[in-house]
């Protein structure tokens, strides 16, 4: 459900509220394009961390970085010469 106003937390959410995790891989990958993004635009971790993602630890930025690094790590590279 999304909503066109913002509402305090403990609005929407109060004590009996049955919270249902939206986690999925899908999430996870799209999070981590999103990161991926995020630096390459030169954007700190720490910025990373505060403005987009407070949920996120720096320990959780790297390793989405070594997660892009061991991707391509195993590629292939195949050069043509001219």
């Not at 790297?62 to 991707?71: E, I, Q, S």
């Amino acid at each position: 459900m999304q909503i066109l106003e913002t509402v305090p937390p403990e609005v929407l959410f109060c004590d009996d509220y049955p919270y249902y995790s939206s986690f999925s891989p899908a999430l996870l990958a799209h999070s981590r394009e999103n990161v991926l993004e995020l630096i390459q635009e030169g954007i700190t971790f720490d910025e990373i961390v505060d403005k987009y993602y407070p949920d996120l630890e720096i320990e959780d930025i790297k390793a989405c970085v070594k997660y892009a690094t061991d991707l391509v790590k195993q590629e292939e590279v195949h050069l043509s010469v001219a």
